[in-house]
Nanobody, 121 residues
C-alpha cells in the first residue's frame, strides 16, 4: 500500500504564488510517475501536470508557462510551483503516483486526500 500526503494549499490573491508538495510513502519499489490533478466545484477532475521518472513532463494548456512540476526522487516527493495564479485555478489539487510495490512488484496507482487552493482578492 502506498500513501500520498499533500501540503501547501491555501488562499492567495490573483497573481500570487503557491508551492504544493506531495510525499509518497509505504511499500514502494519504484515510482514511475507523479503528478497533480485538480477538481473545481461542479467540474470533472483534470490533469494539471505529470512528471515521469525519466524526466518527461506533461502540462495542461491552461497552466503552461505558469506552473512547474519537479520531483525529488530520493525523497519520493513531487512539487508543483504555481505562479501568476488566477481565480480559475481555484480547485482541490490531488497528488497522484504510479509505480510498483515492493511485494510481488504489484502496480499501484495512488491518490492523495487533496489540498484546497483558492485564488481570490
Amino acid at each position: 500500500q502506498v500513501q500520498l500526503v499533500e501540503s501547501g494549499g491555501g488562499l492567495v490573491q490573483p497573481g500570487g504564488s503557491l508551492r504544493l508538495s506531495c510525499v509518497a510513502s509505504g511499500r514502494i519499489f519504484r515510482i514511475d510517475s507523479m503528478g497533480w490533478y485538480r477538481q473545481a466545484p461542479g467540474k470533472q477532475r483534470e490533469l494539471v501536470a505529470t512528471l515521469t521518472s525519466h524526466g518527461s513532463t506533461i502540462y495542461a494548456d491552461s497552466v503552461k508557462g505558469r506552473f512547474t512540476i519537479s520531483r525529488d526522487n530520493a525523497k519520493n516527493t513531487v512539487y508543483l510551483q504555481m505562479n501568476n495564479l488566477k481565480p480559475e485555478d481555484t480547485a482541490v489539487y490531488y497528488c497522484n503516483a504510479m509505480g510498483l510495490e515492493v511485494f510481488n512488484r504489484r502496480a499501484f496507482n495512488s491518490w492523495g486526500q487533496g489540498t484546497q487552493v483558492t485564488i481570490s482578492s
